[in-house]
T-cell receptor, first 114, second 113 residues
Framework: GAGVSQSPSNKVTEKGKDVELRCDPI?????LYWYRQSLGQGLEFLIY????????KSGLPSDRFSAERTGGSVSTLTIQRTQQEDSAVYLC????????????FGSGTRLTVV | KQEVTQIPAALSVPEGENLVLNCSFT??????LQWFRQDPGKGLTSLLL?????REQTSGRLNASLDKSSGRSTLYIAASQPGDSATYLC????????????FGKGTRLSVIA
């Protein structure tokens, strides 16, 4: 597509429920990244996928968080047994190879755990 | 570990002023540096990208410079307008291609009409 698409744009869930957030990157972009932005905080790296390589999961805050990328395109970030501290905006970005190419971000999913 | 610092954290200026936002990073082995804008409740919009071999990039009223050896970048905004009010984020990419961007916490800019 023309840009990075994320869905849903807003999600309110009850504490303890599981949620899935979706990211559809720009067609042809080999790399996909997930970041989290909590209120008043900077962007926190969560996970990234590069082609068919094993994902870099070094930023995932706990084993309740997982992500997958099917067919090298769409990615789903799953949060199990959500907690109130998971409330944040979850941002997805994609990029391609080359020093002149930067990240393109989606509009994010605002997750509220009540 | 790469750390990115942005100063000031917040800035308020009258319309028409020229202003400079500062970004510093601890590891000079970067691949590129990117400046973003974020409006409240929105995602990030890329403004300028500077490759590690470049010194500056310009787009309209925006000019970004890079001094890799000293670990610094500046974003210069000329003739500021109320529509420039947003949070500006600086991010660097490590010198190995597709690695995660490391972000500063941003500078929140308010341009007063």
């Amino acid at each position: 597509g023309a840009g990075v698409s994320q869905s849903p744009s807003n999600k309110v869930t009850e504490k303890g429920k599981d949620v899935e957030l979706r990211c559809d990157p720009i067609s042809g972009h080999t790399a996909l990244y997930w970041y989290r932005q909590s209120l008043g905080q900077g962007l926190e790296f969560l996970i990234y996928f590069q082609g068919n390589s094993a994902p870099d999961k070094s930023g995932l805050p706990s084993d309740r968080f997982s992500a997958e990328r099917t067919g090298g395109s769409v990615s789903t970030l799953t949060i199990q047994r959500t907690q109130q501290e998971d409330s944040a905006v979850y941002l997805c970005a994609s990029s391609t190879w080359g020093q002149s190419y930067g990240y393109t971000f989606g509009s994010g999913t605002r997750l509220t755990v009540v | 570990k790469q750390e990115v610092t942005q100063i000031p954290a917040a800035l308020s200026v009258p319309e028409g002023e020229n202003l400079v936002l500062n970004c510093s990073f601890t590891d000079s082995a970067i691949y590129n540096l990117q400046w973003f804008r974020q409006d409240p409740g929105k995602g990030l919009t890329s403004l300028l990208l500077i490759q590690s071999s470049q010194r500056e990039q310009t787009s309209g009223r925006l000019n970004a410079s890079l001094d890799k050896s000293s670990g610094r970048s500046t974003l210069y905004i000329a003739a500021s307008q109320p529509g420039d009010s947003a949070t500006y984020l600086c991010a660097v990419r490590r010198n190995s291609g597709n690695t995660p961007l490391v972000f500063g916490k941003g500078t929140r800019l308010s341009v007063i009409a």
